[in-house]
């Protein structure tokens, strides 16, 4: 399965619904609900969470759960990376929805009363969810953000002949971590034939920015193509959990998390060859594109 080509929005709001079907196969499928009381001596035990407890699932119940939580976690902590510079009114409504998909998941306590109702209530949460997504700024909307890793730029270092089916107008994006492979590159390598091409590179990114500014773009084909780099290398907080920042790849991986945070409505994609860079980005939900062929000119 290869992640659609699309906006950070869109692509999230599909996830939240495949985590919706997922929860209403565990609820209404799989799941039971009854009523529990619970006696501390002569006492009634009011759980805060709830007196309503979930029964045993089947096999076939545990294996939709552990999909379920699967999925769950990967949709919440790609969320939480979205919104992890939004108000705190915003994280909070965040982190009670997400309460609430995680309890559920779990078949704890619940106050819900059957499982129409549990449904309810967790399909409530995901909308919750996916409406803050949709209040995030984007400065340019609906622009096509390429971030090519180096062996891309390297397989066809023509840059301004690239072409990608289906895409008009496009920016290459160049992180940080492929600018100093490229400066590293041109310097040393065993092969000559990669040192031409990043002395070429190198050369034609300088010339290009002289014309303008880097982070904004600057045209090298018009109207279809501009070149521009991100600022500075990715922070700490734009790591997934299991992203480490010594890998050149994770680095890169970030920096396009970290543009599809600051551009949710425009659509972000990595640019590579690489197989395992391409299996990273499936599971970071990373759309990818495989880099043009080197003959390939503009239609």
């Known amino acids: 399965m290869t992640v659609e080509m699309d906006t950070v929005s869109a692509q999230l709001r599909r996830t939240g619904e495949t985590v919706r079907v997922l929860f209403h196969d565990l609820i209404c499928n799989h799941a039971s609900i ?15 969470y709830g007196n309503y407890v979930y029964g045993e699932l089947s096999v076939e119940g545990r294996r939709v759960q552990s999909h379920l939580l699967d999925e769950l976690g990967r949709y919440q902590e790609l969320l939480a990376f979205l919104l992890a510079k939004q108000p705190r009114d915003t994280l909070d409504t965040l982190a009670t929805a997400n309460e609430s998909l995680s309890r559920t998941a779990g078949l704890e306590n619940t106050h819900c009363q059957d499982v129409k ?9 995901i909308d919750r969810q ?9 400065r340019s909307e609906g622009d096509v ?18 072409h990608f089916k289906g895409i ?8 940080p971590t492929v600018l100093a492979e490229l400066d590293e590159f041109k310097g040393y390598h065993r092969s000559q034939s990669v040192i031409d091409k990043a002395r070429s590179l190198v050369k034609v990114i300088k010339e290009c920015f002289r014309r303008g500014d880097p982070h904004v773009g600057v045209p090298i084909f018009k109207p279809t193509i501009t070149l521009a780099t991100l600022p500075a290398e990715p922070s700490a907080s734009s790591y997934l959990s299991w992203m480490q920042d010594r890998s050149a790849d994770d680095r890169l991986l970030a920096s396009v ?29 990373i759309p990818y594109l495989e880099p043009p062929e080197p003959k390939a000119t503009p239609q």
Do not use: C
Request: charged fraction near 20%; proline fraction near 3%; avoid cysteine.
């Open 130 to 138: 996916l409406e803050l997504v949709d209040h995030l700024y984007d």
């Open 34 to 48: 009854s009523y529990r009381q619970e006696m501390l001596g002569e006492l009634l035990v009011i759980n805060a």
């Open 145 to 162: 953000l390429l971030l090519p890793d180096t062996n891309a730029l390297l397989y066809n270092p023509h840059m301004e002949l690239w």
């Open 168 to 175: 008009g107008r496009f920016v290459i994006v160049l992180a």
């Open 117 to 125: 109702e549990a449904f309810e209530w967790v399909s409530g949460a």
């Open 257 to 285: 998390l970290e543009t599809m945070r600051t551009r949710p409505r425009s659509t972000t994609a990595l640019v590579t060859g690489d197989v395992n860079l391409q299996n990273k980005a499936e599971y970071a939900r």
